[in-house]
């Protein structure tokens, strides 16, 4: 995979326009001024995740002794889900209507922003390509600057957007996840189907 696709691709799965709804209704109730201190601290906090996925990725597929091939079909059964997910929406909110506490860690920066897809697909990444993690640095930095900037302008991006309009990128968004998943999961069969037969 190239570095802009996998930049691409993380971003994707990132969803930072289809989380706008969801990040404003978290922080609805804390101060604007305090609303970006915490989207900026979870964001770091999200990035830190992320770089540990990315550099422990082939250390932890060997201790759990799970091949590529595993990897690559679980990751891409899990980002179906979320693309069937970011297409047919469920209703509910994520904290529930009586948490009125700040949120640390969940569910903004595990799960919303780093979230079980990303990872899965960073330890892809890393175990595919251990020679290239500079070009996956560089990807994770890309998406991850792409999904602050729209994350930390969230409420501009409503008003410009409106909640179908957000609706409607999600979407969309989705649709490209669902062939990307596929995608992943065509590579990961192929690729066991081979070690078979050898």
Do not use: H
Not at 65 to 83: D, P, T, W
Not at 120 to 145: E, F, K, N, S, Y
């Amino acid at each position: 995979m190239e570095t802009l696709a996998a930049a691409i691709t993380l971003f994707l799965i990132m969803d930072p326009l289809g989380n706008i709804p969801i990040f404003l209704s978290i922080l609805s109730k804390v101060s604007p001024r305090r609303r970006y201190w915490i989207l900026a601290r979870e964001l770091v906090i999200a990035l830190g995740i992320m770089l540990l996925f990315l550099f422990a990725g082939s250390t932890m597929l060997g201790v759990l002794s799970l091949s590529q091939e595993a990897v690559a079909i679980g990751g891409g059964l899990v980002l179906m889900i979320v693309a069937i997910r970011m297409i047919f929406p469920s209703r509910g909110g994520v904290m529930g209507d009586d948490d009125d506490s700040e949120p640390l860690i969940v569910p903004l920066a595990v799960p919303l922003i780093a979230g079980p897809s990303l990872l899965a697909t960073l330890v892809l990444l890393a175990d595919t390509g251990p020679d290239r993690t500079a070009d996956w640095l560089i990807a994770v930095g890309l998406a991850w600057v792409a999904s602050a900037a729209i994350l930390m302008s969230c409420n501009l991006w409503f008003r410009l957007l409106g909640q179908r309009g957000l609706k409607a990128v999600e979407r969309l968004m989705g649709m490209i996840l669902v062939t990307i998943s596929v995608q992943m999961l065509l590579n990961g069969i192929g690729s066991y189907v081979q070690t078979l037969q050898m």
